[in-house]
């Protein structure tokens, strides 16, 4: 069974930069895709992106872009969510998925001066 | 991009009601159509797949329809453990889309 265990809660200032861990077990890379997904509390999921198993990344939302990137290593079966410059509205759980059937158990992300 | 809209926002519906919730795409996505179920303080779980097709998991009670930019989740008799919160995703492109949602609560 697919298990993802993302790092944990962030507290990060305006501006600040982060990463995200998502470490899979039993998780195909020649055949699944990863997502993430983020939900600010209270409201509805948002798609962020997708890591391929040939390694291409899609997605990111216009008020991502250029600010985003995912990427993955798979010697350490591990993925990666990098968001740079952060504003108050990234303020959100974050979650890896894969195929958006398995989830991790979110990542708690608060960004506030 | 794909834009998805859901109607309607929310419901207040009783048990053995039939419900039927309305997703639309902005532009053809054939049947790349999912549907979710969220829970509070849970992750989603999905319930339907290529627009039509039941999860494995997924009470029968659910169904789904719909083809090109309007589909349709439909639960045939509303149980009490259904009330939640239901989302559409599509997938026709690689910039995958939610929808915003559509909030199920008790009457």
């Known amino acids: 069974q697919v298990q993802l265990v993302q790092s944990g809660a962030e507290v990060k200032n305006p501006g600040a930069s982060l990463t995200i861990s998502c470490k899979t077990s039993?998780?195909?890379?020649?055949?699944?895709?990863m997502h993430w997904v983020r939900q600010a509390r209270g409201q509805g999921l948002e798609w962020i992106g997708l890591v391929s198993p040939w390694g291409e990344v899609a997605g990111y939302p216009p008020e991502l872009q250029g600010r985003v990137r995912l990427t993955r290593d798979t010697s350490t079966s591990t993925f990666y969510m990098e968001l740079s410059n952060l504003r108050p509205d990234d303020t959100a759980t974050y979650y890896c998925?894969?195929?958006?059937?398995?989830w991790g158990q979110g990542t708690l992300l608060t960004v506030s001066s | 991009d794909i834009q998805m809209t859901q109607s309607p926002s929310s419901l207040s519906a009783s048990v053995g009601d039939r419900v039927i919730i309305t997703c639309r795409a902005s532009q053809d996505i054939g049947n790349d159509l999912q549907w979710y179920q969220q829970k509070p303080g849970k992750t989603p779980e999905r319930l339907i797949f290529?627009?039509?097709y039941l999860d494995t998991w997924a009470p029968s009670r659910f169904s789904g329809s719909g083809s090109g930019t309007e589909f349709t989740l439909t639960i045939s008799s509303l149980q009490p453990e259904d009330f939640a919160v239901y989302y559409c995703?599509?997938?026709?492109?690689?910039?995958?889309?939610f929808g915003p949602g559509t909030r199920v609560d008790f009457k």
């Open positions: 998925s894969r195929d958006v059937l398995d």
């Open positions: 039993a998780f195909d890379f020649t055949t699944n895709f």
């Open positions: 290529g627009a039509r």
């Open positions: 995703l599509q997938h026709n492109h690689k910039v995958y889309t």
